[in-house]
Structures are given as structure tokens and as C-alpha cells.
């Protein structure tokens, strides 16, 4: 069995991305980011995503090819606040589908590592200040 069939499979990972960019509508750094105006699109790939790294299907790659992270989003203005927005709202979507602890800890520690090789820059985020709500748990700064 893997990671992928061991958290519930689709229905899980779905509702993570769908309780993750429902935070990220509300986001003033993260929205921008995103070229459509629907998030549905971004959503699918995130999932499509996830399911593939942790062992579900692979429609990703047949759809997208390699996922090259670093390079699809070398683009965006990624700096520590966006880091650690998208880490705060990753957490609200994990802390939603409520894996067990040892899934949870594995899940989020390979977020934390994803989401920092992503930084590519430490420029403040356009016409916002930082992030208000840092959740102290998360050991999150700036």
C-alpha cells in the first residue's frame, strides 16, 4: 500500500487542495500568483500533483510531464512571506483532512523542504507588508 492509499486516496488529497486554495483566494501575496482568475485549474494540477508524488496515479507526468517544481515556479515573486503563507494555509488544509499523526508529520516535513527550495528571492512581496497571522506552531519567520 502506499502513502497515496494509506490517507484515503483521492477523496483526501482533494479536499487538501480544495481547503488549501480556498485560503489562498483570500490571500493578497498568494492570489496574484496565480494566472487564472478560477483557481480550478491550479487546483487540479496541485492534486494531480500530490497524488502522483505520494503514489497515487500518475496523470500528472502523462499530462504535464516532469513536474521540475523549481523551474514552473522560477516565474513568481517567491520570497520568504509567500513561503510562508503557503505553508500556513498548507497547514489549515492538512490540519482539515486530519491524518494520522505519523502521516501528518511525514506530509508536512515534505512540504516545509518543498516549499523552501522554492524561494528564489528575498525582495519584499509587491505592494503588501508581511504576513499578519504567522502561526507561532508552525516555526515559521520571515
Request: glycine share 6%; proline share 7%.
Given at each position: 500500500?502506499?502513502?497515496?492509499?494509506?490517507?484515503?486516496?483521492?477523496?483526501?488529497?482533494?479536499?487538501?487542495?480544495?481547503?488549501?486554495?480556498?485560503?489562498?483566494?483570500l490571500d493578497p501575496v498568494l492570489k496574484p500568483?496565480?494566472?487564472?482568475?478560477?483557481?480550478?485549474?491550479?487546483?487540479?494540477?496541485?492534486?494531480?500533483?500530490?497524488?502522483?508524488?505520494?503514489?497515487?496515479?500518475?496523470?500528472?507526468?502523462?499530462?504535464?510531464?516532469?513536474?521540475?517544481?523549481?523551474?514552473?515556479?522560477?516565474?513568481?515573486?517567491?520570497?520568504?512571506?509567500?513561503?510562508?503563507?503557503?505553508?500556513?494555509h498548507m497547514r489549515t488544509a492538512l490540519d482539515?483532512?486530519?491524518?494520522?499523526?505519523?502521516?501528518?508529520?511525514?506530509?508536512?516535513?515534505?512540504?516545509?523542504?518543498?516549499?523552501?527550495?522554492?524561494?528564489?528571492?528575498?525582495?519584499?512581496?509587491?505592494?503588501?507588508?508581511?504576513?499578519?497571522?504567522h502561526r507561532p506552531d508552525l516555526g515559521l519567520?520571515?
Open positions: 500500500m502506499t502513502f497515496y492509499d494509506e490517507v484515503g486516496g483521492h477523496e483526501t488529497f482533494r479536499r487538501l487542495v480544495e481547503v488549501f486554495y480556498q485560503e489562498v483566494a500568483m496565480y494566472p487564472e482568475e478560477d483557481l480550478g485549474p491550479a487546483a487540479d494540477r496541485l492534486t494531480m500533483f500530490l497524488e502522483q508524488y505520494w503514489g497515487g496515479p500518475t496523470t500528472y507526468s502523462e499530462r504535464r510531464g516532469h513536474p521540475r517544481l523549481r523551474m514552473r515556479h522560477v516565474a513568481f515573486h517567491v520570497n520568504p512571506d509567500a513561503r510562508d503563507r503557503w505553508l500556513t482539515d483532512v486530519q491524518l494520522s499523526p505519523m502521516h501528518d508529520a511525514t506530509f508536512w516535513d515534505y512540504l516545509q523542504r518543498a516549499a523552501h527550495s522554492l524561494v528564489n528571492t528575498f525582495e519584499p512581496s509587491p505592494g503588501v507588508g508581511p504576513a499578519q497571522q519567520t520571515s
